[in-house]
């Protein structure tokens, strides 16, 4: 290994490195993957980093969690999710408490969570149907969170209380300058998350008091006990929540807001979407009933494909190790891709072209190489959430294909990709009231 050099590329300025460029470009990596290969070298937020792209990267660092690599987060994210967190937590720790928290995510949780997540879809379906037109992604926005502080804290309308409001601000600290100051993004970032903590504490107390701890995610977590019947104390009950409050909001917003994009941009898939859906229409939308929509969910990895909520994971390099005949040193950190390993055309024929059939059994394009479409990560850290965000995916699409309809209005529908992908100018829609006709199956 010794007469390996690290891959080829540009540390770029001293400190800065090319920490602008990656900031301002949106084809920063692209970029220099199309001059170096599937894997570079740049200088990134005061590290040396290395970005990797394609299955063989993703499955290298996502299997050698612990070992090689260390989930690694910028500064001002950890200081706002707070040292308890699942996200932050490493070893056997992180292990533990994987399992423990994954009880709140288990089917027969989720199938309890089906009935609120339905009315909540109706009330909102039913609201844009009346306002007609209007910005669906701030909509989408206070949808995800409402469904959120339901079924993760039992909160009605939460994103029209103070915790709604604190979280707001919260999130937009989340990728910041550290600086604790009260007018900086940051400083008002972090007395939010004293404020939630607080809310959350209230919350808690409440329910231990009530003796009924409820089947919301934080009732699975208060019983939720590990294999040496120990439970979360408050202090990280505190964090994990506020970790699930965040980690099912932002990215599901941006997956849900981009198949109400992709499907008004292409009436052939929406209109083969809604013909499949007549054959569900008066059926209960059980778990059973979800999973039978099997278009229904070629059109789904199809959207997460295309526009992967999540670009990429960072991680840090604990040992020194090699990919692709290159050296990958200790101390620096590394970024496995995931939108880009989603846009390889050896993997996935014409990735430019939004094509669900690419998912249809007989073409199957995810299953030639493992870790090939990776929405949710993979290995140890992948996505907690994932069942739950495929689950309110599916729920959403099938009540708006059975009951609405939708087209784009005229705007910048260019993707910002910063902290997940969203239209420019929010997703302004005319939406009206389309009820399928059911078929007898
Ligand atoms: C479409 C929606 C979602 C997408 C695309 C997504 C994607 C991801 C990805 C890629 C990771 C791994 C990041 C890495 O490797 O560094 C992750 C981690 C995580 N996600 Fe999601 N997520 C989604 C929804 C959710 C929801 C709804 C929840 C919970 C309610 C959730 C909870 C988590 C948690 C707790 C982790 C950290 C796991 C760990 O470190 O062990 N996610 N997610």
């Known amino acids: 290994m010794t007469s390996l050099t690290p891959p080829p590329g540009k540390l770029g300025l001293p400190i800065l490195g090319e920490t602008l460029s990656f900031l301002r470009d949106p084809d920063f990596a692209q970029k220099r993957h199309q001059q170096y290969g599937p894997i570079f070298k740049t200088h990134l937020l005061g590290n040396p980093t290395v970005f990797l792209k394609g299955p063989e990267a993703n499955g290298f660092v996502l299997t050698h969690e612990n070992q090689y690599f260390v989930v690694s987060w910028p500064p001002s994210v950890k200081k706002l999710l707070g040292p308890l967190s699942l996200a932050l937590q490493t070893g056997a720790v992180h292990v533990q408490r994987r399992k423990l928290m994954a009880q709140a995510f288990k089917p027969r949780a989720l199938a309890d969570y089906l009935p609120a997540m339905a009315a909540i879809s109706d009330q909102y379906l039913e609201r844009w149907a009346v306002l007609e037109t209007f910005t669906w992604y701030p909509e989408l926005r206070n949808y995800t969170f409402d469904i959120a502080g339901k079924l993760l804290v039992g909160l009605d309308q939460a994103s029209e209380t103070d915790l709604g409001h604190w979280f707001e601000t919260w999130c937009e600290g989340l990728f910041s300058l550290p600086l604790q100051l ?31 701890q409820g089947s919301d995610a934080l009732g699975v977590l208060l019983r939720a006990r590990d294999e040496d019947g120990q439970q979360l104390e408050l202090e990280e009950l505190k964090d ?21 994009l992709l499907l008004a941009q292409h009436p052939m898939v929406k209109a083969r979407a809604r013909d499949e859906q007549s054959q569900f229409v008066g059926a209960p939308l059980t778990l059973e009933t979800l999973k039978q929509m099997t278009y229904l969910e070629q059109v789904l990895k199809e959207v997460l494909r295309c526009i992967a909520p999540v670009g990429g994971g960072f991680r840090q390099v604990l040992e020194t190790c090699e990919f692709g005949g290159f050296l990958i040193p200790k101390g620096w950190s590394v970024l496995y891709e995931i939108s ?3 846009q390889d055309s050896e993997l996935f024929p014409a990735p430019e072209q939004f094509d669900p059939e690419r998912f249809s059994p007989e073409r199957a394009e ?8 990776v929405p949710f990560g993979g290995g140890l850290r992948e996505c907690l959430g994932k069942e739950f965000a495929r689950l309110e995916m599916k729920l959403f699409a099938a009540k708006l294909l059975q009951g609405y309809d939708w087209s784009l209005l005229p705007q910048d529908l260019t993707l910002m990709m910063v902290p997940t992908p969203h239209p420019k100018e929010g997703l302004k829609v005319r939406f009206h009231r389309e009820p399928l006709q059911g078929v007898h199956r």
């Open 182 to 212: 009260p007018w900086t993004r940051f400083g008002k970032a972090y007395r939010c998350r004293e404020q939630l903590l607080n809310g959350l504490e209230a919350l808690i107390r409440q329910r231990r008091q009530q003796g009924d």
């Open 240 to 260: 994990q929540v506020l970790l699930l409050l965040f980690a099912g909001h932002e990215t599901l917003t941006s997956a849900l807001a981009s198949f109400c």
């Open 340 to 342: 880009l390993t989603h």
């Open 366 to 373: 995810d299953r030639g190489k493992p870790f090939s479409h």
